[in-house]
């Protein structure tokens, strides 16, 4: 191989690589396309409105029943995990005496196939004192992980807590 044939053989080499880096870069950089079947980001997002509807309505078995029966919750307020229906419903029997309203502040959703998801972010909640009537409002990081079954979209895992400064 003389010296210009390995000079050439070298740029063709050296192009080839970086063209295909800069195809694997593009599709990094797009991110996953959304497969057939697949929920959208903004349908697991709206799976909170669901749940913080449930919370408006007073009633600790409809925000349960938004959880599977395995279901583990490590709640906002309480320092016990939840890891069955029962314990769901007692939990949110003492959380919803607060009249709670949550908003989100900041939400980042992965759907990782057509049946499961999880979103996690900020979410923040105007709490109504039961005694006297003040509000308050708490700011916490929050995860939800989903998984559909039986055709519905449940909670399998929650997890809840105040921001560590602030």
């Known amino acids: 191989m003389t010296g210009k ?8 080499t050296a192009t080839a ?13 797009a991110g996953p ?4 079947g697949e929920p959208s980001k903004k349908q697991i997002a709206h799976l909170f409105d669901r749940w913080n509807a449930a919370l408006r309505t ?10 599977a029966k395995d279901a583990v919750l490590l709640p906002t307020v309480s320092n016990k995990i939840r890891t069955n229906h029962a314990e769901i419903v007692d939990y949110f029997e003492h959380f919803l005496k607060n009249k709670p309203v949550g908003k989100k502040v900041e939400t980042i959703v992965n759907v990782l ?3 499961s998801a999880i979103d ?8 109504t004192d039961p005694k ?11 995860t939800y992980e989903y998984e559909k079954r039986g055709g519905t979209w449940l909670i399998v895992n ?4 105040k921001m560590p400064e602030g």
């Open 58 to 67: 007073g009633d600790p078995e409809k925000v349960a029943d938004l959880y």
């Open 33 to 36: 396309e959304k497969r057939a």
């Open 17 to 29: 690589v970086v063209t295909a880096a800069t195809v694997t870069a593009g599709v990094s950089a």
């Open 5 to 12: 044939t390995r000079l050439r053989a070298a740029l063709v």
């Open 113 to 115: 196939d057509r049946t």
């Open 158 to 161: 929650h997890h809840s807590s």
């Open 132 to 142: 006297t009537g003040a509000k308050s409002t708490v700011e916490a990081r929050y």
């Open 120 to 127: 996690t972010g900020i979410y923040e909640f105007t709490l």
